[in-house]
């Protein structure tokens, strides 16, 4: 099966903080690549659901943070996969984007 992902993910290891509605939300992070990221959580939101995120890496100091867009889900009844959510990017400032281009050649 062809992988049609845009840019090559990197398994690091990691968590995420999901801001909603006023309340922070934790994931762990699965993958992450310059186009987004999936994420490992009890409560995955619907596709085209946008929040704000910031990822701290376990190799890196600083955080990247990002608004992002659920493009696919898995639920907590999915069996063959653990219970999460595809992110994808939709808009990182200047100085995140080289942060995270960083990480990924570290990786």
């Not at 409560?43 to 990002?66: H, I």
């Amino acid at each position: 099966m062809k992988d049609s992902r845009s840019f090559p993910r990197k398994k690091i290891d990691g968590e995420v903080e999901i801001f909603i509605n006023g309340g922070i939300f934790l994931g762990g992070l699965k993958d992450i690549s310059e186009g987004g990221l999936s994420v490992t959580t009890s409560t995955p939101y619907e596709v085209g659901y946008e929040m704000f995120l910031s990822v701290k890496l376990a190799e890196a100091l600083e955080r990247v943070n990002a608004l992002a867009e659920v493009v696919w889900v898995h639920p907590t009844e999915a069996t063959l996969h653990p219970t999460g959510m595809g992110l994808k990017f939709l808009a990182l400032t200047e100085e995140d984007f080289y942060k995270l281009e960083k990480i990924l050649e570290m990786a």
